[in-house]
């Protein structure tokens, strides 16, 4: 089991790194993921806009390249180019500070990301524990972006947005801490490593609680990350749009690719935890770096598709009313949550922690014989 | 690298929570103080665990450190809420009475 | 590797010191929680060059997910900070909410007299115990397991003071008008 990208490194390659050799692959392996990440992020707005022109049988972009898909460049340049304004009565220190916020808590939590076995900058040992940590920085980046524009329709939409994802963290962390009981530790390798690479060994199939914990979990995510139907905090047709209203420029950039980047990272997690992650069948994980890029591709088609669901579900559902939503989170999800959590530890102490799919074929064979 | 940078630290912490407490008039920024000095016990109690014993009970107590520090905070602000519905003025001084 | 946890150490050490400095003397409540959340941050990467991992994701998920947005919150809810000078109830004008140079004082000589015991209380057992860095890893199952054999009390009573706190602060700081009509 490596721990960091840097002992796999040493370990395939035989070559033991000093400190600055060990600080010098991190950067590079930061800055690449970094960009990955980036890249990702600007692609969303294109495909949700291409999604979505698909839904409503509309063209959309299609001028810039080939079937628009230098959209987000043109969109990128056009962002840098924009006049910064920062209104006259803001906290500047803060206006200032919080797309920055909203953009680190983000991009911290792609330490742990695993995306194959070998490329995963840091696995710690409480790595889906530190991962809700740092995506919750991006609720105080919220906060404070609408609390420092001076402005009613912003302050709404931060104090939205931050109820919105303290409330939801609660489902969220109750359905990861039942996987937690089933992999029986915190690191993502641990956590990704216990499920095969077809889905009778995936975790959503592991028992039935687990099975409504995807949803559990997917329905939160999507509140934590302000998309639809849970887009109340940058509502269009109540808040003019929310707690980015009066950033312009790059600052209005950093907020919306750090939301596009955390959905992204959010299905990725879902993808890990629930449906097998990056795990491919036959072996062909010893085979190097051939191995390692099945690895990745595994993995990033299953967030891609998980992101498609999420943009389709955009596009479908209407806009869910604030106190609905607050309902929804305490009434129906928490209880589920907690129910799931009891329930997974019966199931684990009862079955000696075998998955369903393994109880059926115990029993096939013992009613063959 | 020893114990003593860490000590430093976690002292600077804790005088720059007193100066807080004491200084500031405003409820809010009094907790703000607590918090600072509730992080300078547990830093040492992580410390010490690291340099001094090797059993891991240091980190155990500062995880109740942050626990205690949560709930408290969550009543304190909880109270301040309600004085200022109450009283309307969150100055340390205007709270002198037991019942309103 | 040493190298590398003495930046990490740097650098979460100035986070922490100077975010604490500035919650001490930050002129505006709003910016004070935002230094605070850089402290508390800074807390977390001392935590990790520590080794104890579990420690610093709870500080991030409890202080920087709960306990600031909490502050923040309470912050709006009473005010801002745009109440510097008040009276109080027999008109006589009261110290300023965020202190003056007075209150500085006096906190400033608390804090060293502290400091002074502090040192002398320490530099004993400093200086009597041998400092020596000892090799041992911190793992969420030795966490876990003194949490549910040695410390099981101590955890039982932190559940039943958490569902306290839970509850006490929903009754404390429900809305006044609706108490009002109840009573």
């Given amino acids: 089991m490596n721990e960091t990208i840097v002992s796999y490194l040493g370990e395939t390659l035989g070559y033991s790194f000093n400190w600055a050799g060990t600080l010098a692959i991190f950067f590079i392996a930061s800055l690449v993921l970094a960009s990955i990440m980036a890249l990702i992020g600007g692609l969303g707005t294109y495909a949700e806009r291409k999604i979505s022109a698909d839904i409503q049988m509309r063209y959309g972009p ?287 102490y009862c079955f000696d922690g075998k998955s369903f799919y393994m109880i059926l074929k115990q029993l096939f064979v013992a009613s063959g014989q | 690298m020893g114990i003593i940078p860490y000590i430093v630290v976690s002292s600077i912490l804790f005088i720059c929570g007193i100066i807080v407490m004491i200084a500031r008039k405003n409820i809010i920024a009094i907790l703000l103080g607590i918090e600072l000095v509730l992080n300078a016990a547990a830093l040492n109690f992580v410390a010490f665990t690291k340099f001094n014993n090797m059993n891991i009970d240091g980190h155990v107590f500062a995880l109740f450190i942050i626990l205690v520090a949560a709930a408290e905070a969550a009543v304190g602000l909880a109270i301040v809420i309600r004085f200022f519905q109450v009283r309307e003025s969150i100055h340390i001084d205007s709270a002198t009475q037991l019942q309103s | 590797m040493n190298m590398f946890l003495m930046i990490i150490f740097t650098l979460s050490a100035f986070l922490a010191v100077g975010g604490a400095l500035s919650v001490a003397f930050a002129k505006n409540l709003i910016h004070a929680c935002v230094y605070l959340l850089f402290s508390l941050i800074g807390v977390a990467g001392l935590y990790l060059t520590l080794g104890a991992e579990f420690v610093a994701a709870t500080q991030l998920v409890v202080y920087v997910g709960g306990v600031v947005v909490l502050l923040l919150f309470a912050i709006m809810l009473t005010g801002g900070s745009n109440l510097h000078h008040v009276t109080s109830r027999f008109g006589l004008e009261s110290t300023p909410l965020m202190g003056n140079l007075r209150t500085y004082i006096m906190g400033i000589v608390t804090a060293l007299l502290l ?53 006490g602060a929903a009754i404390i700081a429900r809305p006044y008008r609706s108490s009002e009509t109840e009573n």
């Fill in chain 1, 62 to 348: 299609n001028r810039v390249g080939p079937y628009g898909i230098l959209q987000f460049l043109a969109d990128g340049v056009k962002m840098l180019l924009k006049e910064d304004c920062i209104p006259r009565d803001s906290d500047r220190f803060i206006f200032k500070l919080s797309p920055m916020l909203c953009l680190v808590g983000v991009l911290a939590s792609l330490a742990v990301l695993p995306t194959s076995s070998g490329f995963i900058l840091a696995n710690l040992n409480v790595g889906i524990f530190y991962l809700l940590g740092a995506t919750s920085v991006v609720g105080v980046g919220i906060f404070l972006g609408g609390y420092s524009s001076n402005s009613k329709w912003a302050m709404l939409g931060g104090m939205r947005g931050a109820a919105q994802i303290i409330s939801y963290e609660v489902p969220v962390t109750l359905t990861i801490l039942s996987i937690v009981l089933i992999a029986g530790g915190l690191s993502m390798n641990t956590l990704v490593g216990g499920q095969g690479a077809f889905p009778n060994d995936w975790y959503i199939f592991h028992n039935p609680f687990s099975f409504i914990g995807f949803f559990v979990y997917f329905i939160g995510s999507l509140a934590e990350t302000n998309r639809a139907p849970f887009d109340i905090p940058e509502a269009e047709s109540e808040l003019v749009s929310g707690y980015h209203t009066e950033f312009s420029g790059m600052r209005f950039a950093f907020f919306a690719l750090s939301e596009y980047i955390e959905v992204f990272v959010l299905c990725a997690i879902a993808a890990a935890l629930f449906l097998g992650g990056y795990n491919i069948p036959f072996g062909l994980q010893e085979h190097g770096l051939l191995g390692q890029l099945l690895q990745l591709a595994v993995f990033f088609t299953k967030s891609f598709f998980l992101y498609y669901v999420v943009i389709w579900i955009r596009w479908t559902l209407p806009r869910m009313r604030v106190d609905h939503l607050m309902i929804l989170c305490w009434k129906y999800l928490t209880p589920i949550a907690l129910l799931n959590l009891v329930g997974t530890a019966v199931w684990m």
């Fill in chain 3, 115 to 167: 400091i002074a015991v502090l040192c002398n209380v320490l530099q004993g057992s400093i200086s009597a115990s041998a400092v020596v860095e000892s090799k041992f890893s911190s793992t969420v199952e030795q966490i876990g397991v003194k949490l549910v054999t040695d410390h099981i009390l101590a955890f039982e009573i932190s559940s039943v003071l958490l569902l306290g706190a839970l509850v």
